[in-house]
């Protein structure tokens, strides 16, 4: 998630492992934090805010590629691997899939597709989910939808009727529950399909 590492972000972690999935999340703010510390050394949200706009896009993969070799050599993994994130992370996870095009699946949740050119790259299957009431993410999902069609691509998106920006994680507003009572079940069943 583009806030970092927060308790919420390591829960998203402990449900992926709960479900039999090998669940790395990464922390992209090591290093960044005061005296060179990590997330948990940022005193406010702000700061973190802050010390992401220092994260360059390459050292950002760096880090992700570095933590998917990780998992790939855990002694259950399998070979396969994906992506899951959520608003800037949504955006990254479909980005590392065209960087990485041997990601077996990626799930983007309130992100945006890459360029076409980098579109023309992917390989694994995309699933996206999305508010309806999220319209600065939520338009860009047409042409997103028209672009990999055309380059014959595997991408799924649903617009969840009533949901707002980051819907997983505030469940308390509009349709969000009911959007999140979908979402998650089906990414867990698309995860399921292209991991084992």
């Given at each position: 998630?583009?806030t970092g ?5 390591l829960?998203v972690g402990d ?9 790395i ?8 934090g005061?005296?060179g ?5 940022f005193?406010f949200?702000?700061d ?8 360059s896009?390459?050292?950002?993969n ?5 933590a998917r070799?990780?998992g ?5 993994a399998?070979?396969k691997?994906a992506t899951?994130?959520f ?6 996870s479909?980005?590392f899939?065209a960087?990485i ?10 992100g945006t ?16 989910m ?5 319209s ?11 672009a990999m069609?055309k380059?014959?691509?595997s991408y ?7 949901a707002t920006?980051?819907f ?5 507003l509009g ?12 990414t867990i ?8």
């Amino acid at each position: 998630g583009a806030t970092g590492q927060s308790d919420w972000q390591l829960a998203v972690g402990d449900e992926l492992a709960r479900q039999g999935f090998i669940a790395i999340s990464p922390d992209l703010h090591s290093g960044f934090g005061p005296r060179g510390g990590n997330y948990d050394s940022f005193d406010f949200p702000d700061d973190v805010a802050k010390a992401s706009a220092l994260i360059s896009n390459d050292e950002s993969n760096r880090r992700y590629i570095a933590a998917r070799n990780y998992g790939l050599k855990l002694p259950r993994a399998n070979g396969k691997t994906a992506t899951i994130g959520f608003c800037g992370g949504g955006t990254r996870s479909f980005q590392f899939a065209a960087d990485i095009p041997e990601l077996s699946a990626a799930v983007v949740y309130y992100g945006t597709g890459p360029t076409e050119a980098d579109m023309a790259k992917i390989k694994a299957p995309v699933l996206g989910m999305y508010g309806e009431i999220d319209s600065r993410i939520t338009s860009t999902v047409d042409p997103t939808t028209a672009a990999m069609k055309k380059l014959g691509k595997s991408y799924e998106p649903h617009i969840y009727k009533g949901a707002t920006h980051a819907f997983v994680q505030y469940q308390n507003l509009g349709e969000n529950t009911a959007a999140t009572k979908d979402s998650w079940p089906r990414t867990i069943a698309f995860l399921k399909e292209h991991l084992r």
